[in-house]
């Protein structure tokens, strides 16, 4: 069982980290790193090194994601290239975020 979720989780955090440099839209990248992020705090967690799995969200996906989108949402795109951003990737994200989470909270349990 724990070999499926090391799997599960390190192929969302590879699959996700590709989205991240493929996507064009800004903010569809940010939520991809912030899903790269947890999957690799999980992968932390099944490690055993649940203090470095708290300090990678807290810090990374809490701090540091916060500062890049607060940039983006700065950079304020005009109307036009927020229409062709696709919204498609954004559920996809979601989808998976959804599952790396289910896969971190399995692997927390078990600590």
Do not use: H
Not at 40 to 49: I, V
Not at 64 to 79: C, E, K, R, Y
């Amino acid at each position: 069982m724990q070999a499926i979720f090391f799997y599960l989780l390190a192929f969302l955090c590879v699959a996700t980290a590709v989205l991240t440099v493929t996507l064009a839209n800004p903010v569809a990248c940010a939520f991809g790193l912030v899903v790269c992020l947890v999957c690799l705090a999980g992968l932390f967690g099944m490690l055993t090194a649940g203090y470095v799995a708290v300090l990678q969200v807290l810090v990374y996906v809490g701090a540091i994601m916060v500062l890049f989108l607060f940039v983006v949402m700065l950079l304020n795109l005009s109307q036009e290239e927020a229409a062709e951003a696709p919204f498609g990737a954004v559920g996809v994200l979601k989808v998976i975020g959804c599952v790396a989470a289910f896969a971190d909270l399995f692997v927390f349990a078990r600590m």
